[in-house]
């Protein structure tokens, strides 16, 4: 429960957020974790994964006889009333608000990811008034003091991140949607923020807000700005036209002379050729994150990654067929 498992999180991301079948989801997505490589040794080093708590759901699951989501519905939904929450595609498929993805900041309504196993560590859907309902048990039922006296790695404690002001909190998201909570014991509040539009760029934005609210209900100042930017967006885009812009300038003016063609013009095709190739793997390590993952979390930037490698590579062969030709008439 506080992430010391010692799993790395693209081991974790290679499971999670993935179409499954619903019957025995989460079995079979723990199935696929057989055979991992540890990266330290289980409670040494903290590390945020979601196949962590897939697991424990994997474990519930087995220690009870029961679904994960007939676990929560009689253990969790039905002794607090929370009947508007639901921890199946079946539950929530007919009452789901219209799901939105971010292009540039922009909603774009779309069909709901759902992931049949990733109950334990999100796809759950609830209402605000139902998840008041369990920040309300987890400040003032005395079965969940636990949670604040419990010691965890990177302030992660139970399920909560912690800070030295006594807030607990945690968010979520899936492609389409975003949630927040956070509570403090001291001051006796706890909030809760969902939204229906998401973009992993707009984590920033959503923190802000609940920390926001947070302050003003502790009484302290607080300079509000939560406005939504699209910068690493817009920032490669402008990045694409531009180098467009001087690749077909290249060509044209290769055409053009008159002159035999150097031979580092064949090694720039090969090269570009080579970016193409290699441009989604490179993405994918910088950000320790599976392909798959930034296309459901960030399809804007995912098709500007895939603009470039479609730029690279027709430039590439572009270039590389002028040359070829235009050194063969010279020769002849």
């Known amino acids: 429960m506080n992430h010391l498992s010692g799993i790395s999180p693209s081991d974790s991301f290679s499971v999670t957020d993935t179409v499954r079948e619903p019957e025995n989801a989460i079995a079979e997505a723990i199935q696929e974790l057989r055979g991992v490589t540890l990266v330290s040794e289980p409670g040494e080093n903290y590390a945020y994964n ?84 369990f920040l309300s048990t987890v400040l003032f039922d005395d079965s969940s003091d636990e949670i604040f006296e419990g010691e965890g790695g990177d302030n992660y404690v139970y399920g909560w991140f912690y800070n030295d002001e006594g807030d ?22 706890g909030l809760v923020l969902l939204t229906n539009k998401y973009n992993f760029t707009e984590d920033g934005q959503v923190t802000e807000i609940v920390d926001g609210i947070g302050s003003i209900l502790k009484g302290e100042p607080y300079d509000f700005s939560p406005g939504s930017n699209s910068h690493m967006q817009w920032g490669l885009l402008v990045a694409f036209v531009i180098i467009a812009v001087l690749m077909l300038i290249h060509v044209i003016r290769l055409i053009k002379k008159p002159a035999i063609v150097k031979r580092w013009q064949f090694f720039l095709s090969v090269v570009c050729l080579v970016i193409g190739a290699v441009l989604i793997p490179a993405v994918s390590a910088a950000f320790s994150t599976p392909w798959k993952t930034i296309w459901l979390f960030a399809p804007d930037i995912a098709w500007l990654i895939i603009s470039f490698v479609a730029l690279y590579v027709l430039f590439g062969i572009v270039l590389g067929v002028v040359t070829f030709d235009k050194r063969s008439i010279d020769k002849n």
Not at 54 to 83: H, K, N
């Open 50 to 133: 979601s196949v962590n708590y897939l697991l424990l759901g994997g474990l519930i699951e087995s220690m009870s006889s029961m679904s994960f989501s007939d676990y929560l519905d009689s253990e969790v939904f039905e002794p607090l009333e929370m009947t508007n929450s639901s921890a199946d595609w079946e539950g929530i498929e007919d009452d789901l608000v219209t799901a939105h993805v971010s292009w540039f900041g922009n909603p774009v309504s779309t069909d709901a990811f759902y992931d049949h196993a990733g109950a334990p560590y999100g796809y759950i859907a609830s209402t605000t008034e139902d998840l008041s309902k």
């Open 168 to 189: 607990y909190y945690h968010g979520g998201a899936t492609p389409e949607y975003r949630s927040q909570m956070m509570f403090n014991e001291d001051d006796g509040f």
